[in-house]
Every structure is written in C-alpha cells, then in structure tokens.
C-alpha cells in the first residue's frame, strides 16, 4: 500500500472511566429499588421463577442518595459535549432517565439494539457483572455504512470495518456515550449477578430555560 496519510472522520467515540469507590454504596442505596421491582415483577413470573426478566427500577432523579451521581454525572456528560467542539456554554444538562436494573436471576435478561431519542448523551455504571454475565454491544451509528457493510476479515478485531463493538464490563465502570449510539445487552446465561444504572442526559438551551422563567 502506497504511503498514504490517513485521517480519521465522523469518528464515535465512546468514553470509559472506573471509579470503584462508589460500587459497595450504590448497591445499597439501590437494594430497596430492585427489591421493589421484583416484587412488582413476581405476579407474571412463570412458576415463580424470574427467567427472561429485567428488573427495572423506578427513577432515582429525586432520591438525594444519589446526589453526588447526579452531580458527576452532569458535569462530565457537559465536559464531553464541551471535548467534542459542541459549544457547551450555551447548554444546561438536565437528566431525562435515570434508574437502577437487574437482569433475572434465573437468566436470560437482555435488552434489544436500541438508541435513547431526545437525549444527547447516555451512560452506564456497572455495580454487579462478571465474565459470565451480559454486557453492552455498540453498533456502527452511520446507515449508509451499514447499508454498503462489507464481510470483516476478522470480527474480533476492532478496526474501520467494525460493525459492531462488545465491550466487557466490571463492577465501578463508567461508560458515557452520544444518545443516538444504538446499543443492546446480550443475553444474560444468569451464572453472576448482573445490575447496572443507566442514565440519559438532554442538553437543554440556556436561552429557552432563562425565557420560560421570565414568563413565570
């Protein structure tokens, strides 16, 4: 191949930080929440038993618990946006969803590929996941690749090809990324526990906030 200078474009970029510290008080403060939505959960289950099941909290957003999440939360997914050359003084981030899951205990939760509309930018923090467990697959975000998709010399290898990106998880991982990044959770085989909090971010313009309160 002839020497070529090679740029990189339209890149995704997909953020990863570890803060373990916070994995033994999340799942404290999240115990009540996944008990309640099993409970909630139990009047379907078939012979009491939970299989194929996601137990999903309800929102954590007023829960002062969760303050100092809240908080981080916020000022990093603005602190991306900001990296990315979006003008980030003009934004307030306000969170949009944030709650608490765990996938069945019997096994087989999973969530279909999906993207988070109305939102700018999405996450995960993992509390409870294994080798053995589920975990996060990205999908190429961009149709017209996926409509013109070639066969991958090796599938397993992450390169311009990729069509797809699994990324294994453990407990007090931190993964941030643009809303509109389709994604799935393989199914869960329920060997390990697995819980995890999801939340959206949606940028919000200063200009509409500062407005609305004048009115009022």
Request: hydrophobic fraction near 35%.
């Amino acid at each position: 191949m002839l020497d070529f200078i090679k740029e990189n474009y339209f890149i995704t970029p997909i953020y990863f930080l570890e803060k373990k510290e916070w994995v033994d008080e999340l799942n404290k403060y999240s115990d009540k929440y996944i008990k309640a939505a099993v409970d909630e959960n139990k009047k379907y289950f078939n012979n009491n038993k939970d299989f194929g099941f996601t137990h999903h909290s309800k929102p954590l957003s007023n829960d002062n618990d969760f303050n100092d999440f809240k908080k981080f939360i916020c000022i990093n997914a603005l602190n991306i946006l900001d990296e990315q050359g979006y003008d980030s003084s003009l934004y307030s981030l306000v969170i949009s969803d944030l709650w608490v899951q765990e996938f069945s205990k019997e096994g087989g939760g999973n969530h279909n590929s999906h993207i988070h509309s109305n939102s700018h930018i999405s996450g995960f923090y993992f509390l409870k996941c294994s080798d053995k467990t589920s975990c996060p697959v990205f999908h190429e975000p961009r149709l017209n690749k996926k409509m013109i998709q070639l066969k991958e010399k090796d599938e397993k290898n992450v390169s311009n090809a990729s069509e797809k990106i699994t990324i294994k998880p453990k407990p007090g991982l931190f993964i941030f990324f643009n809303s509109y990044l389709e994604h799935e959770f393989v199914v869960d085989h329920g060997i390990d526990p697995f819980r995890f909090i999801h939340f959206n971010l949606q940028a919000i313009p200063k200009q509409l906030i500062n407005n609305n309160i004048k009115r009022i």
